[in-house]
T-cell receptor
Framework: AQTVTQSQPEMSVQEAETVTLSCTYDTSESNYYLFWYKQPPSRQMILVIRQEAYKQQNATENRFSVNFQKAAKSFSLKISDSQLGDTAMYFCAFIYDYGGATNKLIFGTGTLLAVQP | EAQVTQNPRYLITVTGKKLTVTCSQNMNHEYMSWYRQDPGLGLRQIYYSMNVEVTDKGDVPEGYKVSRKEKRNFPLILESPSPNQTSLYFC?????????????FGSGTQLSVL
């Protein structure tokens, strides 16, 4: 069974600094996708970044980037120049693509990030 | 505006009183699903639907029902709610298989069953 593990329940960072959130996953599949979602206090789930397993290049979106280590099954999120608006719960998620209809995202338990002024 | 609309945002009910949480999307998405979010457990899929009249169980379907009579609507039904169904619920949709398409989430429904 596929699992996603986020070992840091809570983290704190000073404004303008860089922080890295950890995520590991377990799968025997080769074709899969990884995501980071942000959930601010408003509860809205917002897609931050996605990574296709077949791509070696790490995905980036402005201040957000990932370190995808396929052999180690690691998918960490780096937030540069942290801003107060980055305060949120961050979920790592996984889906494997077998061409079927399940479309089930498997989520980690989340990391609550607090950006301090 | 493209969106997934869930109602209500907050709901307090009592054990055994049937309730429905509505979900509607205006993006002509084929795929819709329901998740529940619990502290320390992340989000878990309850049910999903790949198209009209096609629904299937996710990881935690017990105590829930869904229907997909129209493409835009995917209500979640709790016929006899119990306290262990107290949770934050999310409806989500995507154009096609989510591995290839972004999943859009509703704003969530906080349900408390007393």
């Amino acid at each position: 069974a596929q699992t996603v593990t986020q070992s840091q329940p809570e983290m704190s960072v000073q404004e303008a600094e860089t922080v890295t959130l950890s995520c590991t996953y377990d799968t025997s599949e080769s074709n899969y996708y990884l995501f980071w979602y942000k959930q601010p206090p408003s509860r809205q789930m917002i897609l931050v970044i996605r990574q296709e397993a077949y791509k070696q290049q790490n995905a980036t979106e402005n201040r957000f980037s990932v370190n995808f280590q396929k052999a180690a099954k690691s998918f960490s999120l780096k937030i540069s120049d942290s801003q107060l608006g980055d305060t949120a719960m961050y979920f790592c998620a996984f889906i494997y693509d077998y061409g079927g209809a399940t479309n089930k995202l498997i989520f980690g338990t989340g990391t609550l990030l607090a950006v301090q002024p | 505006e493209a969106q997934v609309t869930q109602n209500p945002r907050y709901l307090i009910t009592v054990t055994g009183k049937k309730l429905t949480v509505t979900c509607s999307q205006n993006m002509n998405h084929e795929y819709m699903s329901w998740y529940r979010q619990d502290p320390g457990l992340g989000l878990r899929q309850i049910y999903y639907s790949m198209n009209v009249e096609v629904t299937d169980k996710g990881d935690v379907p017990e105590g829930y029902k869904v229907s997909r009579k129209e493409k835009r609507n995917f209500p979640l039904i709790l016929e006899s709610p119990s306290p262990n169904q107290t949770s934050l619920y999310f409806c989500a949709s995507s154009l096609s298989r989510v591995a290839l398409a972004e999943l859009f989430f509703g704003s969530g429904t906080q349900l408390s069953v007393l």
